[in-house]
């Protein structure tokens, strides 16, 4: 049975934090929240004809592959903003209309303000076992500037309740490089997180994107951006302080209690598949249905005249397009159309489809495989791909082990017989690496 | 048929900028009938795209138009436009030695003003008629009889007669054309006499060759003749003649008094330069035209293929441009930081935007084009004179007794409430003033001697601006004299790239050492290294800036629906590395040779 993890987004905000440039609308209705729900309930519905249960496949969708699911993660937006009835109803069709693993990790990512103790108890009920909760800074002003809704002490609150009662498995979010934060409140939030004895902690890094409240006050100068040297202090003040404690740093941004890193998260990061459904959601899979979308991944694809995909004349050759997907892999996503999506007319017309070819593949392993601490196994590649390492190139034509000498010779990667990883230096410039493999 | 030259009119109009020039010409050609309505472009005459879109006119048009007057003759007027930039002065002069006479355009709500006396005395220089046109009396500010009394009173001409017109609106153009007839005189050439024809402009064209613009002073000129080009000695036998009304129409012959173009499978525009004269090689006229000039290159500058450009592609479009410019002169040049190129002359810095500007449009050719540089003359302790275009050239320092550079005789027209700034910027650049003189009481000339290195870097731009555009600049060269010039170097990570490699003025050292340090700080991408970009003279180190090392280049967040945005992010990223050039292992973006030339010394005070 191959492994499979659900994601499903939840485009709702209580309101858009200032530096969120995510999918979420705040000020919705009930109503359309039903509507949103109904819509996420048809979408599985259909995806179940091709990756669910024996009695739910249906030709000329189904895949040959059976699947079981053993991660789902709610993210959004703020899950703890959509009715948990609601959600609870979405949870239910994942597990009947799929094979679950009787390990399921169920994540629901929260905010303090939003996340009630009815919420939490609703949640608790129908499986999610592990909370993700999205605190930031234990700093009010540090709050302030990211436009969060909730106070360093709710904070604290919440998840002190969260954790008596409810919940075994939590990941606590934190953020540092906000423009006028110092490093000793960095560090206070880091001693007073690491003093709620979280299960996993995610640090990240601000990153200004572009059309932020945040980076617009940025380039007008209102706010005053840290220093790249003050952002990589804090960065390795995390490392240093979360490790200390007990922490197991397995990916740029996140550590855990060992046992506790995300199932569901290292998916993204080792090439295995998910199913991303709900409003602009990412799916990567090693099988797909016949289905429009395959043709319009296939047509789409530009690998050049070897191309086994659309056999060089436009024309999609189904059984091709298959070989090609269950050796590399597809990726695509839903469309970014609240409207649309409600309107619930065809629940899988992708946005956009990308059939890999190996070059993509490749691509793939190492710009999501490097992010991991422990790094990536060449052995892997080998296998996923059925060619010997030296045989494989990056989309630039450029051959891997040189790229990979490259970065070895300037401190930035490390290699150890078949395991490649960033070194210390290579965490802050991870991009110098990834882009040679883009 | 003896007197056939009793119905043309040779003629120009000069106007200042903005005043209507264009305009006019498209009212005079479509009231001809010469371009049928439908077909006008906004401005036919100006048919290069740079042209229009910069209002300015680079490469002449001519046309003939056919008229009947009032009185019922059929006249035959020979419409020669003229460039509008000083660095064509000597063009608009051959253009003008072609004509009898030339219709002065004044915009009645701006009066006269300093280019339109420039162009008076390039006009008068050439003993043409003036006729005076008063412009846009449509318009609300219009002032025609103060206009009228300031031309009398500033150029001295008579004007209460002239024609009020306006131009966009189409009103009283015949005016125009009847004035044309009774001002300016009918040519008066002698077709029996031996061939004496000037050049006052070409073209190259794909299957003729060569096509001469050409004003026949004398005798006659038909298919078959053999030509001589006066002052290349030249040769050539003639295939076809004829005017252009404005496409080219073929005719029987050329003769005395008339504006036509000759073909001769003339293979480059170099063999028909603009002033030289054409006669016959079997019967030759006995002296050519004054006022010959061979054009020679003022400005110099390195011209480079990027990246993913091939050094023939560059090659075959210089040679494909050099066949309709004459004044356009490169040849191949190595540079260590740029590899192969070439180094292009140019009349002046204009002239050099526009080689550019088309290299980019009309061959869709990317190229990094280095410091303009002047042509200095250096005097070698061993007593060796060598002329330098190329500041890599230079030879070292204790190999030099003396260095020279060009200087100038400018000379600046402009209303006198501007003559105090001016002064300044002149100062600044180094000129050395001489005697002003009062041309009205409202107007001024001033006279400088300035090294043409400081002419040529935007001092144009600049006086335009300091003066709303009241000022005109003329300049010839004057002489070589010696200077206290410096060669100043680059150099990224302590290397030397030659490519921004300059020569400049000692004064003036410090300053553009520090402009182009700063301006490459901010262009340079941080590297994983530190790189200090320092200026140097010689050894001695004059200005420095540091590139910082980035210490973070990662990205924080990376789940399901990050993947495919991220590595797009990081593709971008790496399609603007491509287009680096590389400099051992500074990597230096395109922008950054386009910043270093936007020095503009009076913005920087």
């Given at each position: 049975m191959r492994k499979l993890g659900i994601y499903i987004h939840i485009p709702y905000c209580e309101r858009k934090c200032s530096y969120c440039d995510f999918l979420s609308f705040p000020g919705t209705t009930r109503e359309s929240r039903e509507q949103y729900r109904d819509a996420v309930v048809n979408e599985l519905k259909w995806w179940a004809k091709c990756y669910g249960k024996e009695k739910y496949r249906e030709e000329p969708y189904t895949v040959p592959e059976e699947y079981e699911v053993d991660t789902i993660f709610v993210g959004g937006g703020t899950p703890s903003v959509f009715e948990s009835w609601f959600l609870w109803r979405l949870v239910l069709t994942v597990k009947d209309l799929f094979n679950c693993a009787d390990a399921l990790e169920i994540t629901a990512e929260a905010n303090p303000n939003s996340l009630t103790v009815d919420k939490m108890s609703v949640w608790g009920v129908f499986g999610v076992n592990r909370l993700s909760f999205g605190v930031q800074s234990f700093d009010d002003g540090v709050l302030e500037t990211l436009g969060r809704l909730h106070s360093a002490a709710e904070a604290e609150e919440k998840f002190r309740t969260a954790r008596k009662y409810f919940f075994k498995n939590i990941n606590v979010d934190l953020m540092f490089g906000i423009p006028g934060q110092t490093l000793d409140q960095w560090k206070d939030t880091l001693e007073k997180a690491i003093a709620l004895d979280p299960d996993h902690v995610s640090f990240y890094s601000l990153q200004l994107e572009e059309g932020t409240p945040i980076c617009g006050k940025v380039k007008a100068g209102a706010l005053v951006p840290v220093s790249d040297e003050t952002d990589r202090a804090m960065y390795r003040l995390a490392v240093k302080m979360l490790k200390e404690a007990g922490y197991h740093h397995y990916e740029i941004s996140n550590a855990a209690k060992p046992g506790f890193e995300s199932k569901h998260n290292l998916k993204y990061w080792s090439m295995d598949e998910y199913l991303g459904v709900g409003l602009g959601a990412a799916s990567y899979m090693k099988a797909a249905p016949y289905h429009p979308f395959v043709a319009k991944g296939a047509e789409r694809c530009d690998c050049g005249p070897d191309c086994v995909s659309c056999a060089g004349d436009g024309t999609v050759r189904d059984e091709v397009a298959r070989a090609r997907i269950a050796r590399y892999g597809v990726r695509f996503s839903n469309t970014t159309d609240y409207e649309f999506y409600l309107s619930g007319e065809d629940p899988v017309v992708p946005d956009s489809v990308h059939v890999n070819n190996l070059a993509d593949y490749v691509s793939d392993f190492f710009f999501t495989g490097l992010r991991k601490i422990a790094g990536v196994r060449l052995d892997d590649l080998e296998s996923a791909v059925g060619k010997p390492l030296a045989e494989l190139k990056t989309?630039?034509?450029?051959p891997v082990e040189t790229v990979l000498a490259r970065h070895v010779s300037d401190g930035l990667l490390e290699r150890d017989g078949d395991v490649v990883r960033l070194t210390e230096k290579g965490l802050d410039l991870a991009n110098t690496v990834l882009r040679d493999f883009v | 048929m003896d007197n056939y030259q009793k119905y043309i009119r040779n003629f120009s109009i000069i106007a200042?900028?903005?005043?209507?020039k264009s305009t006019l010409a498209d009212r005079l050609l479509e009231m001809t009938g010469c371009v049928p309505e439908r077909e006008m472009k906004d401005q036919y005459l100006d048919n290069m795209d740079i042209e229009r879109e910069r209002g300015i006119t680079i490469k002449l048009q001519t046309s003939r138009l056919n008229y009947t007057a009032k009185n019922g003759e059929k006249y035959i007027f020979n419409l020669i436009d003229t460039p509008g930039h000083v660095d064509f002065t000597y063009e608009v002069s051959r253009s003008l030695a072609a004509c009898e006479g030339a219709i002065l355009v004044v915009d009645c709500t701006q009066g006269v003003e300093a280019q339109t006396l420039a162009n008076v005395y390039l006009a008068l220089n050439e003993n043409l008629e003036i006729m005076p046109v008063i412009n846009k009396?449509?318009?609300?500010?219009?002032?025609p009889q103060e206009t009228k009394d300031e031309i009398e009173e500033v150029i001295g001409i008579e004007a209460q007669d002239a024609p009020m017109i306006s131009a966009k609106e189409g009103i009283n153009i015949e005016d125009v054309l009847e004035a044309v007839i009774d001002k300016i005189p009918a040519p008066q050439g002698d077709p029996a006499a031996p061939l004496k024809a000037l050049i006052f402009d070409c073209y190259y064209d794909n299957y003729k060759g060569v096509v001469i613009y050409t004003r026949i002073m004398d005798g006659s000129v038909k298919p078959g003749d053999t030509i001589r080009m006066m002052a290349s000695g030249k040769n050539y036998e003639v295939t076809e003649v004829g005017y252009h009304s404005p496409g080219p129409i073929p005719a029987k012959e050329l003769k005395a008094g008339e504006v036509g173009y000759i073909c001769a499978s003339i293979k480059q525009v170099a063999d028909a330069r603009v002033g030289d004269t054409i006669t016959l090689a079997d019967n030759p006229t006995a002296e050519p035209l004054p006022g010959y000039k061979k054009l020679q290159p003022m400005v110099y500058c390195g011209m480079y293929p990027t990246g993913n450009e091939s050094y023939e592609g560059v090659k075959d479009a210089l040679e494909k441009l050099q066949v309709n410019d004459a004044s356009l002169v490169f040849e191949p040049e190595t540079s260590n930081a740029l590899g192969y190129g070439f180094r292009c002359g140019f009349l002046g810095l204009l002239h050099m935007e526009i080689i550019v500007e088309r290299l980019l449009r009309e061959f869709d050719l990317d190229i990094i084009t280095t410091s303009p540089s002047v042509i200095y003359k250096v005097v070698k302790t061993d007593g060796t004179v060598i002329f330098i275009q190329n500041p890599s050239n230079m030879p070292p320092v204790n190999e030099i007794e003396h260095v020279e550079e060009p200087m100038v005789k400018a000379e600046i027209i402009l209303p006198k409430e501007y003559v105090g700034p001016i002064m300044e910027l002149c100062q600044r650049r180094r000129g050395q003033m001489e005697p002003l003189e009062y041309l009205t009481k409202d107007r001024v000339a001033l006279h400088y001697v300035m090294p043409l290195a400081e002419v040529i870097y935007d001092f144009f731009d600049a006086l335009k601006s300091k003066t709303r555009g009241y000022g005109s600049l003329d300049y010839e060269f004057l002489r070589y004299e010696p200077s206290k010039v410096v060669k100043l170097d680059i150099m990224l990570n302590r290397e030397v790239v030659d490519a921004f490699s300059m020569i400049v003025h000692e004064s003036k050292a410090y300053e553009r050492a520090r402009f182009v340090c700063e301006k490459l700080k901010e262009t340079i991408p941080m590297h994983q290294f530190e790189i200090p970009v320092q200026a140097a003279i010689g050894q001695k180190i004059i200005a420095r800036e540091t590139v910082k090392a980035y210490r973070k280049d990662v990205i924080a967040k990376c789940y399901g629906g990050d993947i495919s945005r991220k590595k797009k992010l990081l593709e971008k990223q790496k399609e603007g590395k491509k287009r680096m050039r590389q400099f051992g292992v500074v990597e230096v973006p395109q922008e950054a040779f386009t910043a270093v030339l936007k020095y503009d010394e009076d913005k920087t005070k």
């Open positions: 989309p630039d034509g450029e | 200042h900028i903005d005043h209507g009396i449509d318009l609300a500010s219009a002032r």
